[in-house]
């Protein structure tokens, strides 16, 4: 059906003819051929619904005076259907105002009537939109409430909306908040454009202060302007978010404060943030972190190896702990950092990188470095020490066992060392010591171990020699005479130049040695054999030692349980006589009774309780017995003036209760103290001889006599001679065996006679054997003698059997 807007129609009231335009009935649909004759149809043509009103208004139209008549209503068409009209007439009236004629025209209201149609369905959606959005919508006009929606009823707390319409918008805010809202609500109707969203504090109608976010928009309300606010109550979200910043500040505080730090990486694992004392830990900034995954940072530490395994542990999305990475610094300072980390999901369970935390552990790394140098380094030649060189000789053994090689241990002693301590002092000594450390150090190859046990003591252990023991013979002999020939050059000791030498013994070790401390006894013992050659030398270890060794050890066992009563030991006496053969006194001798050894000779054991110690409850129980025996003479007239030596070796010497030890001795025994006689070797004059002399003084001053034992044979000098309070010089059997027919040996006598004389000492000639010997000596002037001549040493009861009674 084509458009029509107006359709004309005329209506004569008088004759009550009604004229229908053509348009007129193609609005109703008919075309120009069915147009019907018959215009009474109006009746039948208007909507049952419609026909009480438009009759009404009709006949009110015609009582009234007015000249216009208007109504709408439904007119049916040629299909049955019914169409919305719009009628409007010109009322022609007399000059009484009767009317007399209605001229108009019906407009088509079908498509106005689908417009409004839609825009009340679109009111009546918005209206529904609004009164069920969770969202609370509210309208203020001129600073009072005229509209609230139910969800803005619900959070703010009223019982209906006629609780809100009027009230002052002010009302509705918390005092904190209020002046700002003003200057935000001027500036929306200043400006008529919508307000940014914001966060805001609103009161409740109980009275509490609750957090919303809010957005305004200028709107028109009845014509005038207002502003329409949109807003939800976050009151729990500010506070979780207040509480996440609350923690967020704590952990900022708290990284920055210590020695963590925190990071994240992307899926990448390439690092995206960094926070906290990064640098501390790493000597990196974070700027050179960033982009960049762990293993694309240098790590002294980490090998490539190391690296796969941490790769392999992230590609599978597993966290890790304690991952300590070794970063450069500048100059030699290195940074150590200990990271954590574990992956992150998304919700979908999508991986999206890694968080963790570092943390710097340099202190606690150079601690544990201090620690583990003071446990298994020297603290003054920073060399290995006794704990550590013993792990290194046990892998030694270990690697050589298993590449079936040889190696090789050196065991170093420096000659003489303990007289440059005395001499020169500690302080020289140590330096001594270092410049040792340093030359050893450089005689030999970085994979080889060099060692300080304690004291002037050093080890070398050389590995990977050749398979073939002859041949790391020869190596290990190379090695050695290239140390003997470092260690004997000159050493600048504070300025003063000093010349040392050491003595060392080495032993071999392959798959087949037993253990590190059988080879260190091994070393040792090579040691003092080259030592017993004359210092300066080495000495390679075999079976023989190793028996003589054994025996030794097992020697030190027996003397030690004999010594726990004294049951296994003996006084022996041998005489010694005057000019005239007349008993003076005796040397008391002490023999060992051992009872799975027999009777042992001091030469075989002697030495064993000087090294070992067990000289000093020796010495005591020998000087015990002899104040004992002193004292059984005293008793007797023909023993009462008898005198009684004593062997002291240097080692008891030096003990600091030896001096009270000897006089409380004589005072238990009630002994005269000047027929006690300490005999001395030379070999006590070696070291500390001034607090020897205290000590001889200190004991003279009481009365005991002393004996320079082997004159001639070690360290005396006339200067020691002159400081000594001596009674005696002994002439060494060395020099009496030969007097006869050795001329130097029969000068020495003469001189040390001639010496004793002129000092006012005595002199005894030991060993003397045959009365040759005893009439030469005689003839040099020397008048005491001591030998198998004159009687060899044997038990007391011989002794005073064969003695104690009038020489003939």
């Known amino acids: 059906m084509r458009g029509i807007d107006a359709a004309p129609w005329d209506w004569d009231l008088p004759s009550g003819d009604v004229y229908f335009s053509p348009a007129w009935w193609q609005m109703l649909g008919y075309s120009d051929a069915e147009l019907p004759a018959n215009a009474g149809l109006m009746a039948g043509l208007v909507h049952p619904d419609d026909n009480q009103a438009t009759n009404q208004s009709f006949r009110a139209a015609i009582k009234g005076k007015g000249d216009t008549w208007q109504v709408e209503c439904r007119l049916r068409n040629k299909l049955g259907r019914f169409v919305y009209v719009q009628l409007r007439a010109h009322i022609q009236r007399d000059a009484k105002g009767k009317a007399l004629r209605l001229s108009g025209t019906a407009t088509d209201l079908t498509e106005r009537k689908k417009v409004e149609a839609k825009l009340l369905d679109s009111e009546a959606r918005y209206r529904a939109l609004v009164e069920?959005?969770?969202?609370?919508?509210?309208?203020?006009q001129h600073g009072k409430v005229v509209y609230a929606n139910p969800a803005a009823v619900a959070i703010l707390g009223a019982q209906s909306e006629d609780e809100l319409i009027g009230l002052p918008v002010s009302d509705l805010v918390d005092p904190r908040d209020r002046r700002r809202v003003a200057e935000r609500i001027a500036r929306g109707y200043a400006n008529g454009v919508p307000l940014p969203a914001q966060v805001e504090k609103f009161l409740r109608r109980d009275g509490r202060s609750i957090d919303v976010e809010i957005q305004a928009s200028p709107i028109s309300h009845q014509g005038e302007p207002a502003i329409q606010v949109n807003f939800v109550d976050v009151t729990e979200r500010e506070k979780s978010e207040a509480t996440l910043r609350e923690s967020e500040a704590r952990f900022r505080a708290l990284t920055e404060l210590s020695s963590d730090w925190y990071w994240e990486q992307d899926e990448n694992y390439r690092f995206t943030v960094l926070g906290g004392t990064v640098f501390n830990s790493t000597g990196l900034s974070v700027e050179e972190h960033l982009g960049k995954t762990h293993w694309e940072i240098d790590a002294l530490n980490m090998t490539k190896t190391d690296w796969d395994a941490h790769r392999k542990t992230v590609f599978a999305h597993q966290p890790f702990r304690d991952l300590e990475l070794r970063r450069p610094g500048t100059g030699s300072t290195t940074h150590w950092a200990s990271v954590s980390?574990?992956?992150?999901?998304?919700a979908?369970?999508?991986f999206r990188g890694y968080r963790g935390i570092g943390r710097d552990i340099s202190v606690q790394k150079r601690a544990g470095d201090e620690i583990h140098r003071l446990a298994f380094f020297d603290a003054l030649t920073g060399l290995p020490n006794r704990r550590l060189l013993l792990e290194q000789l046990k892998r030694a053994l270990h690697a050589n066992a298993r590449h079936h090689r040889h190696g090789a241990l050196l065991f170093i002693d420096l000659d003489n060392f303990k007289t440059l301590n005395d001499t020169l002092g500690h302080d020289v000594g140590d330096l001594l010591l270092q410049l040792v450390g340093q030359r050893l150090s450089a005689c030999v190859r970085e994979a080889d171990t060099v060692a300080r046990l304690?004291?002037?003591?050093?080890?070398?252990?050389?590995?990977?020699?050749?398979?073939?023991?002859?041949?790391a013979a020869a190596q290990a002999d190379s090695v050695g005479k290239k140390i003997l020939q470092t260690l004997n050059q000159p050493y600048d000791l504070a300025g003063r130049e000093h010349h040392s030498s050491p003595s060392m013994g080495i032993t071999l070790f392959d798959a087949h040695s037993h253990s590190v401390d059988d080879l260190l006894k091994q070393a040792d013992?090579?040691?003092?054999?080259?030592?017993?050659?004359?210092?300066?030398?080495l000495r390679f270890f075999d079976v023989s030692m190793q028996t003589e060794l054994e025996s030794w050890v097992a020697m030190e066992f027996d003397l030690r349980d004999g010594l726990q009563g004294g049951e296994e030991l003996a006084l022996y006496f041998q005489p010694t006589v005057g000019a005239t053969g007349q008993l003076t006194g005796a040397e008391a001798l002490v023999r060992w009774l051992s009872p799975t050894r027999g009777l042992v000779m001091p030469e075989n054991f002697i030495a064993l309780a000087e090294s070992t110690g067990l000289i000093v409850p020796l010495g005591r129980w020998v000087m015990n017995m002899a104040c004992e025996q002193l004292a059984a003479w005293a008793r007797r007239p023909e023993t009462a003036c008898l005198s009684l030596a004593v062997n002291v070796s240097a080692r008891e010497l030096r003990e600091p209760g030896f001096v009270p030890g000897v006089l409380r001795c004589l005072r238990q025994w009630s002994v005269a103290p000047n027929l006690l006689r300490i005999e001395l070797t030379e070999s006590v004059l070696a070291h500390r001889v001034d607090d020897i002399v205290v000590k001889m003084n200190e004991l003279k001053a009481h009365g005991v006599g002393f004996s320079l034992d082997d004159f001639g044979t070690g360290y005396s000098s006339l200067s020691y001679l002159k400081l000594l309070p001596l009674d005696l010089l002994k002439i060494d059997r060395s020099f009496v065996s030969d007097v006869l027919n050795d001329p130097n040996d029969a000068a020495i006598a003469r001189t040390i006679v001639a010496l004793g004389t002129t000092l006012g000492l005595s002199v005894v000639a030991e060993g003397v054997e045959t009365e040759a010997q005893h009439a030469f000596l005689a003839s040099i002037g020397c008048f005491a003698y001591q030998g198998f001549l004159f009687g060899s040493p044997v038990p007391i009861h011989q002794f005073e059997a064969y003695y104690c009674r009038p020489l003939v």
Not at 132 to 140: A, D, K, T, Y
Not at 458 to 463: M, R, S, T
């Open 341 to 346: 980390g574990s992956p992150m999901f998304d």
């Open 132 to 140: 069920w959005s969770p969202i609370g919508i509210g309208v203020h």
């Open 525 to 537: 013992l090579a040691m003092y054999q080259a030592k017993a050659a004359g210092r300066n030398t």
């Open 348 to 350: 979908d369970g999508a």
């Open 454 to 471: 304690g004291g002037d003591e050093f080890v070398v252990v050389l590995e990977d020699l050749e398979p073939d023991r002859h041949a």
